[in-house]
């Protein structure tokens, strides 16, 4: 007996009418983002309702307390103080993509090509705010730290001493960049430590005359800070929790409160720990061959947006007498790391405090 066989060109082919989409983490700096001076990263609208290719961030310095109140012993007429003010402005640049399927292929095609393009579309508008604002945190002067020269980094090491951590103590610290990275030792990965003490240091690095990096502040008088950090950073601050049994012993063990969970921060000593997978690491550096890795700790303003046209969708008008179609979006935004005295080889990061750790690679 012989089966009938059909034949490859006889056969009927189906196809799923919907789509998979590749895996695009959201925007996780969203929830961190506010129009007012107690947000982290503060948004600047302004230029959506009047003309311009810049917006400028007034900062106002804390007045100076060395000298004491007048206690009506003097005139108090040519003894006042200066009040210390700086702006920070940063430029509007376009931000845009698109695709474009034509009709045949659209034809073709099972599932609704342009309606996946847009869905795309928007993720890739994300992954652009949220690459760029990591971006920001890492970088050295308004240079994007990848780029920047060693002079760079050495000059804008100097300027931020006090709001800069290389491994698990201040005497690590040394005015070359390359060389303070160099002596950080395989061991001193991201602990409870670490984190407490880059808090402690972030609330006495004045940039004016204030009391330290101002945190964010809740509930009235209830102050903290977030840290951003990569996967690899975080993953050793859990483990060091573990270790010490934190967890363990700060809460009752249950289903409903296990020691390991899915969340992707860790709150300790009134420092947010936070996730970001796209925080890039270092590279090996030193004789002990360590990964480093950058740590971002923010306290409020660190890092100013500003839009001058929100996202919106746009549509391609050249469609070959309706034979394409392309869909796009289009922003006009701009945004960096705020700075006091921005421009100058002296500039201060004005809310973040900038640490470097080892973190093994994944085995």
Known sequence: ???????????????????FREYVRANIYKRYMGGNE??????????????????????????????????????????????????????????????????????ASAFDVREAGKVALKELANRYLRDA?????????????????????NAWNAANSDRVLYGDKKSNYNATHATALAAIAATQTLSTEIVSLAKRMARSAKTVNGEGIRP????????????????????????????????QEALERSKAN??????SSILWDNVLVREVPSIPDIGTVGT??????PYYLCGAQAIGVSWAQTTKTTVRKEDDYGFR????????????????????TTAKDWGVFTGFVAAAADQ
């Open 325 to 344: 179609n392309g869909v796009g979006f289009m922003e006009m935004r701009g945004l960096g790391k705020i700075q006091w005295g921005q421009g100058e």
């Open 133 to 153: 604002i990591t971006s920001a945190l890492a970088s050295v002067n308004g240079v994007a730290y990848a780029t920047a020269s060693a002079a760079q980094k």
């Open 38 to 107: 107690n947000a982290i990263i503060q948004v600047n609208n302004d230029l959506t309702k009047k003309k311009g290719d810049a917006i400028t961030f007034n900062l106002v310095g804390a007045l100076d307390p060395t000298a004491g109140p007048n206690n009506g012993s003097t005139n108090l007429v040519g003894n006042e103080k200066a009040l210390p003010n700086d702006g920070w402005q940063v430029m509007i640049g376009v931000v845009r993509d698109a695709v474009v399927v034509n009709m045949q292929e659209e034809q």
């Open 288 to 293: 002990d061959s360590a990964n480093v890795v």
């Open 216 to 247: 964010v502040r809740y509930d009235e008088d209830e102050e903290f800070f977030v840290m951003f950090v990569g996967s690899k950073a975080f993953r050793d601050l859990r483990q060091d929790m573990v270790d010490n049994k934190y967890w």
């Open 1 to 19: 007996m012989t089966e009938t066989t059909i034949s490859t060109r006889a056969r009927a082919k189906q196809w799923d009418d919907g789509f």
């Open 258 to 263: 296990p020691l390991f969970t899915s969340t």
